[in-house]
């Protein structure tokens, strides 16, 4: 059984910093393109970051852009995203996704992954 698990959520003040962490396990991702998504209450999942296979790619949500960076160690199976600069706009629901299929692109679209965890909260207060 594939899954999925996110942690390094929590409450943080306003210009504080997280590092989020998903660690996948059922099967390896080190050939799959890897993001993070974000949900806040009574609006809809947004794309926050994606990375290639290799790490070497990048793409990223222009707000968040500057503020986060996304990274990933093939070897244990875990990508991470390392949030600065929180806003109480980053307050939400943040989920990891895996593309299933290996030497993807970098894609902002839900629809494009396939495997999605149960997400870790992030609240910013100000």
């Known amino acids: 059984q594939v899954q999925l698990v996110e942690s390094g959520g929590g409450l943080v003040q306003a210009g504080g910093s997280l590092r989020l962490s998903c660690a996948a396990s059922?099967?390896?991702?080190?050939?799959?393109?890897m993001g993070w998504f974000r949900q806040a209450p009574g609006k809809e999942r947004e794309f926050v970051a994606a990375i290639t296979w290799t790490g070497g790619g990048t793409y990223y949500a222009g707000s968040v852009k500057g503020r986060f960076t996304i990274s990933r160690d093939n070897a244990k199976n875990t990508v991470y995203l390392q949030m600065n600069s929180l806003k109480p706009d980053d307050t939400a629901v943040y989920c990891c996704a895996a593309d299933a299929d290996p030497y993807g692109s970098l894609y902002f679209t839900g629809a494009m992954y396939d495997y999605w965890g149960q997400g870790t909260q992030v609240t910013v207060s100000s």
């Open positions: 059922g099967r390896t991702f080190s050939r799959n393109t």
